[in-house]
């Protein structure tokens, strides 16, 4: 795993630390990133429909803590495809909420991670 990936890996670990806290262990989620974090939510964000772990979000009004939420920060943005943030973004918006951090800026040329 290289260094960005190892980044990338332990955010997705402070948020399922801080889903623990609401009492909501996403643990199907913990198994999935295993080595490859960035595979694990190429996956979520490919399925046809959102996660279960993105409805109970919902549920705890903390879309901020979903992977479609993620990808779209300033740091992450360009390890997706823009579709895959399309989907994020459009998952989100069909859910009411638009994350504080993503100014909705399609990042020309990202292919996936790096």
């Known amino acids: 795993m290289n260094a960005v990936e190892q980044r990338f890996r332990t955010e997705l670990l402070d948020l399922i630390a801080e889903c623990k806290m609401l009492k909501y262990n996403p643990s199907r989620f913990s ?16 399925a046809s429909e959102t996660s279960d772990g993105f409805g109970t979000l919902f549920q705890l009004k903390r879309l901020d803590l979903s992977v479609e939420a993620v990808v779209l920060k300033p740091e992450w943005r360009e390890c997706f495809t823009q579709a895959e943030r399309d989907s994020a973004r459009r998952r989100l918006a069909d859910a009411g909420y638009k994350a504080p951090w993503d100014n909705g800026d399609a990042s020309p040329g990202a292919e996936g991670p790096t």
């Not at 198994?31 to 490919?46: D, R, T, Y």
Request: aromatic residues 6%.
């Open 31 to 46: 198994q999935m990133i295993g080595a490859k974090p960035f595979e694990a939510v190429q996956s979520l964000l490919n």
